[in-house]
T-cell receptor, first 113, second 115 residues
């Protein structure tokens, strides 16, 4: 079945450092790819998405590119802030299976000032 | 337009009791998904419902768990005879339709603790 693998955390960075969180996927169909962010005690918020190969999703300085050849959707940000501290989830959905989301295990990001 | 509303936010139950979790989707949304997040894990799909219909329950445990989304009122996730292993955060998401560009919006979750 479909699955998502993302790098284990926690990832600890200093403010203004460069961030990369790796995500790879396995899918039988042609999925859409997502990054969600979860702040402490809150639900998930969609951060960005991409629906086809070579699409780049971007939002709030974060970006990720849908790479079909490497089945990857790595999250990057050039300069992190303390307020970016959260848990980040990579996910996919296959429209042929009703758009249910398959999530990775999540990566905790801690940004120090 | 209020977001996805889940209640209660926190629920404590003794082993053997029943837990009822409610989810009111965003206005105009007829698709509801339930996910479970065990401690320090990602979210796992449980069930997908449209109004009055269960579309996909492939992630639901075979016993003690049930879900409904009636014509009127919120979607309900019901757990009978809870056990300690049911302790988790349960999230509901809603969307207006299905398709590659349809975003699902999440509620803040219900954190169930079984003592």
């Amino acid at each position: 079945g479909d699955s998502v693998t993302q790098m284990e955390g926690p990832v600890t960075l200093s403010e203004e450092a460069f961030l990369t969180i790796n995500c790879t996927y396995t899918a039988t169909g042609y999925p859409s790819l997502f990054w969600y962010v979860q702040y402490p005690g809150e639900g998930l918020q969609l951060l960005l998405k991409a629906t086809k190969a070579d699409d780049k999703g971007s939002n709030k300085g974060f970006e990720a590119t849908y790479r079909k050849e490497t089945t990857s959707f790595h999250l990057e940000k050039g300069s992190v802030q303390v307020s970016d501290s959260a848990v980040y989830f990579c996910a996919l959905s296959d429209p042929s299976s009703g758009n249910k989301l398959v999530f990775g295990a999540g990566t905790i990001l801690r940004v120090k000032s | 337009n209020a977001g996805v509303m889940q209640n209660p936010r926190h629920l404590v139950r003794r082993r053997g009791q029943e837990a009822r979790l409610r989810c009111s989707p965003m206005k105009g949304h007829s698709h509801v998904y339930w996910y479970r997040q065990l401690p320090e894990e990602g979210l796992k799909f449980m069930v997908y419902l449209q109004k009055e219909n269960i579309i996909d329950e492939s992630g639901m445990p075979k016993e003690r768990f049930s879900a409904e989304f009636p014509k009127e009122g919120p979607s309900i996730l019901r757990i009978q005879q809870v056990v300690r292993g049911d302790s988790a955060a349960y999230f509901c998401a809603s969307s207006p339709a299905q398709g590659a560009n349809t975003e699902a919006f999440f509620g803040q979750g219900t954190r169930l603790t079984v003592v």
